[in-house]
């Protein structure tokens, strides 16, 4: 997961949640996305941002607690 855009199969994990249910936030335009070519990607930072601003816990203390 080095790379600066997440595949849905790296996302599911990183914000751990199913990839059924990031395909759902998706569908939902909840979570910020792209598209090329009909591939969804992820921008790490978009998301590390999305997560930031929502309430609950944060990447950083889930991380912590691996």
């Given at each position: 997961?080095?790379?600066e855009?997440?595949?849905?199969?790296?996302?599911?994990p990183?914000?751990?949640?199913?990839?059924?249910?990031c395909r759902?936030?998706?569908l939902?335009?909840?979570i910020?996305?792209?598209?090329?070519?009909?591939?969804?990607?992820?921008?790490?930072?978009?998301?590390?941002?999305?997560v930031?601003?929502?309430e609950?816990?944060s990447?950083e203390?889930?991380?912590?607690?691996?």
């Open positions: 997961m080095n790379s855009y997440l595949t849905i199969k790296e996302l599911a990183y914000i751990r949640r199913s990839e059924g249910a759902n936030l998706v939902r335009r909840a910020p996305f792209r598209k090329p070519a009909g591939r969804l990607l992820f921008s790490k930072s978009e998301i590390d941002f999305w930031k601003g929502s609950g816990i990447i203390e889930i991380q912590r607690h691996e």
